[in-house]
C-alpha cells in the first residue's frame, strides 16, 4: 500500500463550506481536492493502492482525520468539486475516535498528525531532503503539506523522520503526488 | 520558451458556460483548467518560462485556440474555477484570425490544430512513444489530448511527428505535463 498524508492546515473541520469556495470558505480546500485527484487518477483507471490522508486542521472541530481508499472509493470524478463534495459529506458527519464510513471509501475521525504518526512510519516531502531518483527504494508512506509550511509544533513531531525531495523546484503538494507515483511506477 | 498543447474534443467554444459545471455544460473543460495549473504553477510561484495553448472543439463555433503566456498571465490562482473563469472571458470575446488578449496574458483566436502545427514543430504524447527519461535532450514543444483520443483527422495531421512518453502507466493530461516539467527541471 502506497500513502500519502497531507496536512491542511486551515481546512474546514465541517460539513457547511460551499464547494463554490474551496479555496475561501473552506480554507484552500482546493489544495486537498488537487492532492486526491492526483492520489488515484489514471486515464480510465484508478489507483487502487493508494491511501490518502487528509490532517484538517481548520475550525470549528481541529483536528479531523478524513481517509480515501483507492480500492474502495466510489463516485469520485477528476474534478476539484466532485472530490470537495466527498469531503463535505466526510465532515457533516458526526465522528469519533475510530474511523467512520461517510460515502463509500470515504472514512472520517478525530485526531491529527500525532496520532497518525504513531500508526505508520512516514517520510516528509522537503526540497532539502535526499533525491528521490537516488533512493534505492521509494518510501511507500510519505507526508506533504498544503500551501503553508509545516508549523514548529508540528516539525517537532516530524524531526526524526527522513526527508526527500522530488527535483530541483518546489512544487504545489498535488503535483509532488504525481511526480512521485511516477517514479514508483518506473520502479 | 516550453509549450504545451492541449486538445479539448468537447470543450466549449463560447463563454456562456456556468463555472459550476465545468464538466459537464462547458465539455470537460475541468481538464483543460488541470491542464493550466500544472503548467504554471510552482510554490509560492509561477513557470514565466511557459505557453499553454489550447485547441476547443466543442460547439457552438469550433476551433478556436486559447494562448496562457506565464511571462503575462495575471489573476490566476490554483484552483479550476479561477482557469475556468480566464477562460470563459476568453471565449466571450469575438476573435478572429489573429490572437486578442481577453485578460492580462491569455489570448484567443480562431483556428485548431492544422494552424498551430505550422507554426510549430511538436512531439506527441503517447503511451507507445520514446521513453522520456532515456531521450538526449528533452522536446521543448509537446501535444497531448483530453480525456479522449486524437481523432483519426487530427492523427492524420499528427502521423509524421515524434512522439514520446512518460511511463507505464497512462496518465492524465495534467499529471503528464507535471512530469515533464519535473524532467526538464532536473535537466
Partial sequence: ???FLVVGHRASTTGDFSINDLPGGAGRMDVLCRCINSCFFLSHDLRRDVECYLILKGE???P????????????LN????SAGSLLKKALALPC?????ESTKGVYVRKGGLD????EYQFTILDENGANLREMDTVPKNLIL???MNFTEEEEELLKDLKRISVGPKILHADHTITVILNEMDRR
Avoid at 78 to 81: A, G, K, L, S, V
Wanted: proline content about 9%.
Fill in 1 to 3: 500500500m502506497k500513502r
Fill in 60 to 62: 470549528p472541530n481541529p
Fill in 64 to 75: 479531523k482525520t478524513v481517509l480515501i481508499r483507492g480500492s474502495e472509493i466510489r463516485y
Fill in 78 to 81: 477528476p474534478d476539484e468539486r
Fill in 96 to 100: 469519533g475516535e475510530i474511523f467512520r
Fill in 115 to 118: 496520532r497518525i504518526l504513531s
Fill in 145 to 147: 503539506s498544503d500551501h
